[in-house]
């Protein structure tokens, strides 16, 4: 797992130095491989179904908490672009405030609020409607 931290922090001055360079494309990419890779990893660890055995609640509290913080780091990576959105984030992780200095911070023995959706997901006929 520490190798995978290591990973995630040369990942995170990529898109710094991204940012810098003015390049917010390629960084909406990255960041957006990055989203999909933690999406895998929360669908391929299934936690959901792990609860249902108690012998598996540490494993689910680790995976729990490993996707807990990839997505605190893809909110404060995001926040320069769509700091809206990252502000929704920062309440439901309960934090007064996010800089790109914290993405080396992890969430531990954190408490966080009440999920409730960022977005609303638009569905193809919304959106022909509208167009209509």
Known sequence: MNHFWKTLRAVGDEISDLYDRKEFGQAM??????????????????????????????RVLKVCTTSINLFFKIMVMLKPVVPSIAKNGEGFLNLEHTDWDSINTRLLNHQISDYKPLLTRIENENIEAMLG
């Open 29 to 58: 990419r990255k960041i957006m491989l990055l989203a999909d890779q933690a999406n895998q990893y929360l669908d391929q660890e299934k936690p959901w179904v792990l609860i249902k055995d108690e012998e598996n609640k540490e």
